[in-house]
């Protein structure tokens, strides 16, 4: 079966720009979550979706917003870039809403703004 | 708001040592406490868990125990193996199920 797929693999955008990132799940599983990794650090949550509405959110500004179509899959939108939102973003899908049930990460999308 | 302090790394041991990361958490409530795993060129995957208070996690020889008195969850493993050699995330979400927290990672290299 295949696991959770993102892309792309990696992004280079300049400061101000708009940026999506898409992630498919693994088949069944209806909650994604995204997360954002700086260099050395653990990842930092940013959304959960679960059967297309948002469950959870984390301490990232308005510029960061998601959804998740009828398939399940999901993208992340991140407007006006800064430096700061350099980073490796992840998304994980699971069956369930809750966090018990394990969470399948993807390989992540690597942004990198200039 | 929540959140998940681990010991520094990285750690550096000899294979059949015995390992502990250490790990505390802050959060309301309570919430389910977590290790998750990266091993070189692979993504984050599960190791164990625990849901509430005395339970313990065990997989791979792996353990924790979710101890609420001294809000820890410490990973411990009785005889560490080369291919144990990855990083270390311990993390938790909170009662709700609508928030997850990782720790900063713990780096561990096993020398044969």
């Known amino acids: 079966d295949a696991g959770v797929t993102q892309s792309p693999t990696h992004l280079i955008k300049t400061r101000g720009q708009q940026v999506t990132l898409r992630c498919s799940p693994i088949s069944g599983h209806k909650s994604v979550s995204w997360y954002q990794q700086v260099l050395g650090q653990g990842p930092q949550f940013i959304f959960q979706?679960?059967?297309?509405?948002?469950?959870g959110r984390g301490n990232f500004p308005d510029r960061f917003s998601a959804r998740q179509f009828p398939n399940y899959s999901s993208e992340l939108n991140v407007n006006a870039l800064l430096l700061g939102d350099s980073a490796l973003y992840l998304c994980?899908?699971?069956?369930?809403?809750?966090?018990?049930?394990?969470?399948?990460f993807g390989d992540g999308t690597r942004l990198s703004i200039l | 708001g929540n959140s998940v302090t681990q010991m520094e790394g990285p750690v550096t041991l000899s294979e059949e040592a015995f390992l502990t990361i250490n790990c505390t958490y802050t959060?309301?409530?309570?919430?389910?406490l977590f290790w998750y795993v990266q091993y070189p060129g692979e993504g984050l995957q599960l190791l164990l868990k625990a849901t509430k208070a005395d339970d313990k996690g065990s997989n791979k020889g792996f353990e924790a125990t979710y101890r609420k008195e001294t809000t820890s969850f410490h990973l411990e493993k009785g005889s560490v193996q080369v291919s144990d050699s990855a990083v270390y995330f311990c993390a938790l979400s909170d009662n709700y199920g609508q928030n997850f927290v990782f720790g900063p990672g713990t780096r561990l290299s096993v020398l044969p």
């Open positions: 994980a899908s699971s069956p369930a809403p809750d966090f018990y049930q394990p969470q399948h």
């Open positions: 959060a309301t409530g309570y919430p389910s």
């Open positions: 979706y679960y059967e297309k509405e948002e469950r």
